[in-house]
């Protein structure tokens, strides 16, 4: 009796020392609740969430990235269904000529002050609608408030134009835009449209060594770039060699064709998708030349601006197409042909292959969207500044990084100039 006495003393002796124990240590875990709740709640607050907006010359599409590769599209058109969701027209300006918004910015250097002024604004006026939309789709998704958010902002523009005091003017709209919907503190950005279609690109597939061409085939513009791949350290490295941009897209095709059509059957109208339709190059000879030329400069231009220096034996350049226009047979089929009509063989360039891209890692699409190459550049510009899958070489620049510094600067003092004569009452 004593034996169960004395191991039933010590069996409560021990459980008093570990419940003093417990007491003593209790209000050092309620700090540690405290905190880890300060934390979590810290980091709630600074939750990371990239955009990426895709200005193009008919129609803009946006994209929204918040944690890894998850990757959404924002519904931009109310009571639509399928690709039309998410897309939101970009609208026209007709002073002095009739053509679309981003069109009309990239060649404002020949219009007068008043105008251009009038044309910033109204460009911050159509970016400020498509965030607006935008940050209460968000917000509604990832159920956050929009103090919870650490914002990044990154428009797209024509490679041409990067580093110039276009990709400033650019960047200054998005940045006045943020302003207006409540983003201050949004870093905002500026990247060639082509970069993000190469992160679209390699999020899908491993790319060997070797010459690749990209082919954006937009509304009003046909974006042509040439780039080699190499690998180092276990990184993609993009290195671009060339590029040029023309207004030869789907609508520069379409009313060509209508016009064509028009005059062999009136009454018979124009699907850009329509495979049944074969026009002779003969009646469409000045927009397939202009194709043809691109390409022909695009490619014959490349191997002088690379490391590799020639094609290296490479038996066939691997091309790929994206954009709104990439269901569209006549473009493959007229850049195939510039091999043989500008003779590229004899300056040893190899033949067009082109592949399919596949569908990019991450990237949630609504299973209604039919053209999910137009929604590819947005996916790319969402993964920038942080994500990018590839290091990014040789793009053009007017500019240094350090001397672009106070040229941007310049654009958004300008801007903001522009806003308080008359954003209020112009927006």
């Not at 509604?140 to 110039?164: A, F, H, N």
């Not at 049944?276 to 601006?305: C, F, G, W, Y």
Request: aromatic share 10%; glycine share 6%; with cysteine.
């Amino acid at each position: 009796m004593s034996f169960w006495k004395s191991d039933l003393e010590r069996i409560a002796a021990k459980v008093r020392a570990q419940q003093a124990k417990t007491d003593a240590e209790q209000p050092r875990r309620r700090r540690k609740v405290v905190v880890r709740r300060k934390a979590n709640q810290e980091a709630r607050r600074n939750t990371p969430l990239f955009v990426g907006i895709d200005f193009g010359t008919t129609t803009t599409k946006v994209a929204f990235r918040t944690d890894g590769d998850r990757v959404r599209l924002v519904p931009l058109t109310n009571g639509e269904t399928g690709d039309l969701k998410f897309l939101r027209e970009t609208p026209r300006w007709s002073d002095p000529a009739d053509v679309s918004l981003k069109m009309a910015l990239y060649h404002d250097d020949s219009v007068d002050d008043a105008v251009q002024r009038e044309m910033i604004l109204f460009a911050v006026r159509f970016i400020e609608g498509v965030l607006r939309d935008s940050v209460t789709h968000i917000l509604e998704t990832t159920g956050k408030t929009q103090d919870e958010v650490l914002w990044s902002v990154t428009i797209g523009v024509p490679v041409e134009v990067r580093k110039t005091p276009k990709e400033a003017l650019f960047a200054s709209i998005a940045s006045r835009a943020c302003e207006a919907v409540g983003l201050s503190d949004a870093e905002v950005h500026a990247i060639p449209e082509i970069q993000a279609g190469l992160v679209s690109f390699t999020a899908s597939n491993e790319i060997a060594p070797g010459y690749y061409a990209a082919f954006d085939i937009g509304g009003g513009t046909v974006d042509a770039s040439m780039f080699a791949v190499n690998k180092r350290e276990g990184q993609l490295l993009i290195e671009f060699l060339s590029g040029s941009v023309k207004a030869t897209g789907a609508e520069e095709l379409t009313r060509s064709l209508r016009d064509v059509l028009s005059m062999v059957d009136p009454a018979r109208t124009y699907d850009p998708q329509e495979r049944a339709i074969r026009i002779d190059d003969k009646q469409l000879v000045n927009i397939a030349e202009k194709v043809h030329k691109q390409t022909a400069t695009v490619l014959a231009s490349a191997p002088a601006k690379s490391m590799y220096h020639r094609y290296e034996k490479q038996a066939m350049i691997y091309a790929f197409m994206i954009g709104g226009g990439a269901q569209i047979r006549w473009y493959p089929q007229e850049i195939k042909h510039t091999h043989p009509k500008h003779q590229l063989g004899r300056a040893g360039v190899p033949r067009i292959e082109f592949r399919e891209v596949p569908h990019p890692n991450g990237f949630e699409l609504d299973s209604q969207v039919k053209q999910k190459h137009r929604f590819f550049i947005a996916y790319g510009l969402s993964f920038y500044p942080e994500g990018t899958r590839v290091e990014v070489v040789g793009f053009p620049s007017q500019y240094s990084d350090e001397e672009f510094a106070p040229v941007y600067q310049d654009y958004r003092d300008k801007l903001y100039q522009h806003a308080m004569e008359g954003y209020g009452e112009t927006i």
